[in-house]
């Protein structure tokens, strides 16, 4: 059984890391908790959506429905989790996925016209 914190936060944040070997993780943070204990919420290995999700259900529908921010990147099974697991949340892209989004198109352009 997994052990969550008794608190998940109202903020929280999704993203996937890999941490060696090229293994793919997912990890749910409580983005109040700013690195202090109870930052990690979840660990899961993989980014399979049910396979996060199915982890993730077993927080309480209660706790997860009192969360009204979860901040992502633009992967569609990171929106999908969101969506599943936190119903009452506004899904936020977060800001390094925009600006890297923006620069390179930026870049794009900027090749085009100086040819």
Known sequence: MANFPKNIGKRLSIEETSLSYGE?????????????????IAMVAGTKAET????????????????????????GNMGLIAKKCFPNATRVTDRFHVQKLALEALQEIRIKYRW
């Open 24 to 40: 793919l993780y997912t990890i749910l943070t409580n983005k109040t908790a700013k690195g202090r204990k109870g930052t990690i």
């Open 52 to 75: 996060v999700i199915a982890i993730i259900e077993k927080i309480t529908l209660k706790q997860r429905t009192l969360v009204t921010v979860i901040t992502l990147d633009m992967a």
